[in-house]
Nanobody
């Protein structure tokens, strides 16, 4: 199983970045996909989530209206489009895959290695 993030970097306040996460080794379309972030000295927090069926999304209040999560099941890829970036968005961004199988009573969770996003002038 692999989740490989890319697209991070240094951007000025107000700028944009698009993160990508390519998945392999599991049935991507069956998993909820999320982006988390962790800033220095802070806990990891959920940024955005997209469901496996229907594509419904959820966002942290701090990024609503600025970030958009999307997925391409044909490419086993989830994206995070980040606009109007702020210095407080600076963090390592992690891709997460999660599947809960209620009947089997199992939860499968996978994490990527993370990609650094730095917002500074």
């Amino acid at each position: 199983v692999q989740l490989v993030e890319s697209g991070g970097g240094l951007v000025q306040p107000g700028g944009s970045l698009r993160l990508s996460c390519v998945a392999s080794g599991f049935t991507f379309s069956s998993y909820f996909m999320s982006w988390y972030r962790q800033a220095p000295g802070k806990e990891r927090e959920l940024v955005a989530l997209i469901r496996s069926v229907g594509g419904r999304t959820n966002y942290a209040d701090s990024v609503k209206g600025r970030f958009t999560i999307s997925r391409d099941n044909a490419k086993n890829t989830v994206y995070l489009q980040m606009n109007s970036l702020k210095p407080e968005d600076t963090a390592v961004y992690y891709c997460n895959a999660r599947r809960i199988q209620v009947v089997a009573g199992t939860v499968d969770v996978y994490w990527g290695q993370g990609t650094q996003v730095t917002v500074a002038s």
